[in-house]
């Protein structure tokens, strides 16, 4: 399995960015995937939002709710960020799995892509 990120950039505060994960190799709708990202200076890779393989459950982290949304299709998934802030600035990533539920821990990701920079001016 690939994946591959896209769509990130500098912004300023308040704007928006979508960012995609495309998939290829084993069919996507047998995995579940979440995004998360790492800022400069942070150890581990902080969870984002996740969605489960049938795209009906999703869960984000306190951080984010109400300004990104998680989707997914046959392609792969996909992060609408909106009402940025500086805070959002960091690597992000995406990643795939195989386990039931909704995954919010780096550690029990299969697949990562190489990451996407978003950068948000104050």
């Known amino acids: 399995v690939q994946l591959v990120e896209s769509g990130g950039g500098l912004v300023q505060a308040g704007d928006s960015l979508r960012l995609s994960c495309l998939v290829s190799?084993?069919?996507?709708?047998?995995?579940?995937m979440g995004w998360f990202r790492q800022a400069p200076g942070q150890e581990e890779r902080e969870f984002v939002a996740?969605?489960?393989?049938?795209?009906?459950n999703t869960q984000y982290a306190d951080a984010v709710k109400g300004r990104f949304t998680i989707s997914r299709d046959n392609a792969g998934i996909y992060l609408q960020m909106n009402s940025l802030k500086p805070e959002d600035t960091a690597v992000y990533y995406c990643?795939?799995?195989?386990?039931?539920?909704?995954?919010?821990?780096?550690?029990?990701?299969?697949?990562w892509g190489q990451g996407t920079q978003v950068t948000v001016s104050s």
């Open positions: 990643g795939a799995e195989s386990k039931v539920g909704v995954v919010t821990a780096a550690g029990l990701y299969d697949y």
């Open positions: 190799g084993r069919p996507l709708p047998t995995y579940g």
């Open positions: 996740a969605i489960n393989w049938t795209g009906i």
